[in-house]
């Protein structure tokens, strides 16, 4: 930052270089998307090349988005329907995500990659190694 400073028309210039872009890190609820819809509209006023979104933190489907979510019904055990409901639920917010994600990218016209949320945040080189290979297989 301080040789930015110093040389302001030499950062501005490394900014905009065709060598240079971005990659916006966005979460994936509406409000973290709308903001980085916002971050990346900035970037591509002042002239600076966004090359992806990253959304992070998404939840995994675990069904195809044509399947029908499971109904309580087809069990009578109380814990069995309580099991149910909860993963339509995650399977309802999973297609959210989904939905939201392409939307945000398909008005931005940027390619994005969703990564699924990790058991534990990330805070670590090992957790950053795995970063890196969802990363390399999106």
């Keep these: 930052l301080k ?18 872009a971005f990659m916006v890190v966005s979460g ?21 090349k966004v090359e992806a979104l990253v959304v992070n933190r998404v939840l995994p489907l675990h069904l195809n988005t044509d399947t029908p979510l499971p109904a309580t019904e087809d069990s009578d055990d109380a814990l069995t329907q309580s099991i149910i409901q909860w993963g339509a639920r995650l399977e309802t917010v999973a297609r959210n995500q989904v939905k939201l994600i392409a939307d945000v990218a398909r008005e931005a016209d940027i390619e994005y990659v969703r990564i699924h949320q990790f058991e534990q945040d990330v805070h670590s080189l090992e957790g950053i190694k795995r970063m890196m290979e969802a990363l390399n297989t999106a």
């Excluded at 501005?12 to 240079?20: G, I, M, P, V």
């Excluded at 994936?28 to 600076?48: G, H, N």
């Design 3 to 20: 040789a930015a400073r110093q040389d302001p028309e030499r950062a501005n210039a490394l900014l905009k270089d065709e060598s240079t």
């Design 28 to 48: 994936p609820q509406l409000s973290q998307l709308d903001d980085a819809k916002v971050f990346e509209t900035r970037l591509r006023d002042m002239a600076i």
